[in-house]
């Protein structure tokens, strides 16, 4: 059993940066989601298996970075110039087919992290 285990969230002012990490296989494509509540859970960013390829909402586009560092088998979602609208519970997902096939689709992905959660305040 796959695990992956979240770490990083808390409370930032607007405008603010926090940086979330998701301890996973290096070897997996990782994405990140966000669900806030009454709403459905929607994809944040990706990073391929061997992290050259990243793509992102257009929503946090140039805002968040996701990256990886293979040795420490952690994947990390930088968030800068926070804003009220990203307030969510943010998950890493993991999926161990090596394609970028429908990947903003929740459904895909085999594995998943608890959640952690992000507030911004303004």
């Known amino acids: 059993q796959v695990q992956l285990v979240e770490s990083g969230g808390g409370l930032v002012q607007a405008g603010g940066s926090l940086r979330l990490s998701c301890a996973v296989d290096?070897?997996?494509?990782v994405a990140w989601f966000r669900q806030a509540p009454g709403k459905e859970r929607e994809f944040v960013a990706i990073i391929s298996w061997g992290g050259g390829i990243t793509d992102y909402a257009d929503s946090v586009k140039g805002r968040f970075t996701i990256s990886k560092d293979s040795a420490k088998n952690t994947v990390y979602l930088q968030m800068d110039s926070l804003k009220t609208e990203d307030t969510a519970v943010y998950y890493c997902?993991?999926?161990?087919?090596?394609?970028?096939?429908?990947?903003?689709?929740?459904?895909?992905?085999?594995?998943w992290g608890q959640g952690a959660q992000v507030a911004v305040s303004s």
């Open positions: 997902a993991a999926r161990i087919q090596r394609t970028f096939a429908g990947y903003t689709r929740a459904a895909i992905y085999d594995y």
């Open positions: 290096s070897t997996y494509t």
